[in-house]
């Protein structure tokens, strides 16, 4: 009996290891995602008012900015050309006073003449902002 109970306590412990690196293996990936890098405003202020985009202010400290960071950086991969840029409000306090940022995460929405033609706070869905993102001509 004791030798049943030990091979299947062995086999257990097998099954359970084969099991394990696979969870282990996705928490990593997740950890690994990729986050839209931020971008120094003075190097893309000269665009503005020449081409419609989006500015997401933000903070790698910030939970949500990093949720917007990566799919923004997804959006960024099928989309390369598209002007979105990922600011944090840390590094460049300027550009946050200047588009008078309140709260993050905080997306403005530019028009071709660089008018501010819509913001939003806070997290929005994937398919959402793709959505806005064609409508607006960002995409």
């Not at 969870?23 to 690994?32: A, R």
């Not at 990093?66 to 590094?91: S, T």
Request: aromatic fraction near 10%.
């Amino acid at each position: 009996m004791r030798k049943i109970l030990f091979s299947l306590s062995l086999i257990l412990c097998f099954a359970n290891a084969s099991w394990f690196p696979s969870v282990f293996n996705t928490q990593e990936k997740q950890k690994q995602e990729k986050m839209l890098p931020s971008t120094k405003f003075l190097q893309i202020e000269n665009k503005i008012g020449k081409v419609p985009m989006m500015l997401e202010f933000g903070a790698t400290s910030c939970h949500s900015c990093v949720v917007m960071g990566k799919m923004l950086y997804k959006i960024k991969q099928k989309h390369p050309n598209a002007n979105i840029y990922f600011i944090d409000i840390y590094e460049d306090d300027k550009a946050a006073k200047k588009f008078n940022i309140r709260m993050i995460p905080t997306q403005k929405y530019l028009d071709k003449d660089g008018n501010v033609i819509e913001t939003h706070m806070g997290v929005i869905k994937q398919e959402e902002l793709e959505k806005k993102l064609k409508t607006l001509g960002i995409l």
